[in-house]
C-alpha cells in the first residue's frame, strides 16, 4: 500500500481469512509494510491487532494448519490478536476496544513524557489532537459504509 494509506495512523488491524492460507502467509508481508511507512512519533510502531476472521467458517478453515497465535502475534509486534466474524460479529468490540485501549495508552505516554520535559505535574489532562469527521479528503477512495448508518437507537453515528 502506498504511504497515503498510512499518513497520520495511530493504530491499525490486520486481517487475514480464516479460510484461506495464502492470507495468512501474507500477514508478516502487511505487518511489515506497515511498520516500514508509519511509526509513532517515538520510533515505534504503531499499535496493530491480528484478526483471524471467518472464525465462523470453522469447518472450512486452517486451525489445525495455524501456528500458536498468542506466540506467533507477540513474536511478530502485534498488539493482541482475535478470532473474528463479520458475518456474525464475534469479537469485533473486543477487537476494537483492544486497540483503542493501546492506542490511549500510548497517547498517554505521550502526553506524560511531554509534561515531564515541561515540567507539568501529573495527573495533567490528555488533549486529544481535534479531528473533523465531517470532512472527507479527496481521492482516498476508502470504505464508505460508515457514512449514513444508523445505530440501533436510530441516530445517525
Not at 31 to 48: M, Y
Not at 82 to 104: M, Q
Not at 117 to 131: A, I, W
Request: aromatic fraction near 8%; charged fraction near 25%.
Amino acid at each position: 500500500m502506498t504511504r497515503v494509506y498510512y499518513r497520520e495512523a495511530v493504530g491499525a488491524l490486520v486481517v487475514f481469512d480464516m479460510t484461506r492460507l495464502s492470507t495468512f502467509q501474507a500477514v508478516l508481508k502487511w505487518k511489515g509494510d506497515l511498520d516500514s511507512k508509519v511509526a509513532l512519533s517515538n520510533g515505534r510502531p504503531v499499535p496493530a491487532v491480528l484478526l483471524a476472521n471467518k472464525c465462523d467458517q470453522r469447518q472450512h478453515g486452517l486451525c489445525p494448519k495455524l501456528p500458536k497465535m498468542e506466540n506467533f502475534s507477540r513474536e511478530y509486534g502485534f498488539v493482541g490478536w482475535f478470532e473474528t466474524s463479520a458475518k456474525d460479529n464475534t469479537n469485533i468490540d473486543a477487537a476494537i476496544t483492544c486497540l483503542v485501549k493501546n492506542i490511549l495508552s500510548v497517547e498517554e505516554e505521550r502526553a506524560l513524557s511531554e509534561a515531564t520535559s515541561k515540567n507539568e505535574p501529573e495527573g495533567s489532562v490528555l488533549v486529544l489532537p481535534r479531528f473533523d469527521y465531517n470532512v472527507k479528503e479527496k481521492g482516498l477512495g476508502g470504505c464508505s459504509g460508515c457514512s449514513g448508518h444508523k445505530s440501533r437507537d436510530g441516530d445517525n453515528d
